[in-house]
């Protein structure tokens, strides 16, 4: 017996923890068959010598294999890391934070970092939740929790 790839989802597979749609919402002899709008859409840019990964949708255990392909795509392309935008994400299970903290072990790996830039309400629950939040914070606002300042310099007179 050979373990399988737990990334790639079964065939057919639906996540139970992620919101039906309307089954009501159908073809009807007045009304056409609506356009399924897709679960998952991705998007990066160049910020400097970081990329900058935006993920809008649903991020479960069906849509985090592409999740983690395009965030590894952007950690390969940057020369400090990688800020991922996640202000748009309406759905977010362990399997994003599991993208995520895999991206981040490799980040570190070769000297890299991983931030989260502004997480929508559900991303912030799972992170807060599972106390992941301090990992995904840019270094300067943990260097300054380390060591005891408040994460906002003091001001000179």
């Known amino acids: 017996m050979h373990a399988r790839d737990v990334s790639t989802p079964e065939p057919g597979h639906r996540s139970p923890y992620r919101p039906a749609h309307d089954a009501a919402v159908g073809p009807t002899p007045s009304r056409p068959a609506p356009t399924p709008l897709p679960s998952l859409i991705t998007d990066s840019y160049q910020e400097g010598p970081r990329k900058v990964v935006v993920i809008r949708g649903e991020v479960d255990y069906e849509t985090a294999p592409a999740v983690s392909a395009a965030l590894r795509t952007a950690l390969r392309a940057s020369a400090e890391g990688v800020d991922v935008d996640l202000r748009a994400v309406r759905f977010w ?51 300054w929790a380390v060591e005891g300042r408040s994460v906002t310099p003091p001001s000179r007179p």
């Open 93 to 143: 299970d362990c399997s994003g934070l599991n993208a995520l903290l895999r991206l981040r072990r490799e980040a570190l790996a070769h000297g890299k970092t991983v931030t989260v830039r502004s997480p929508s309400g559900v991303v912030r629950r799972v992170l807060s939740l599972t106390g992941t939040a301090p990992l995904f914070r840019p270094p300067h606002t943990r260097r």
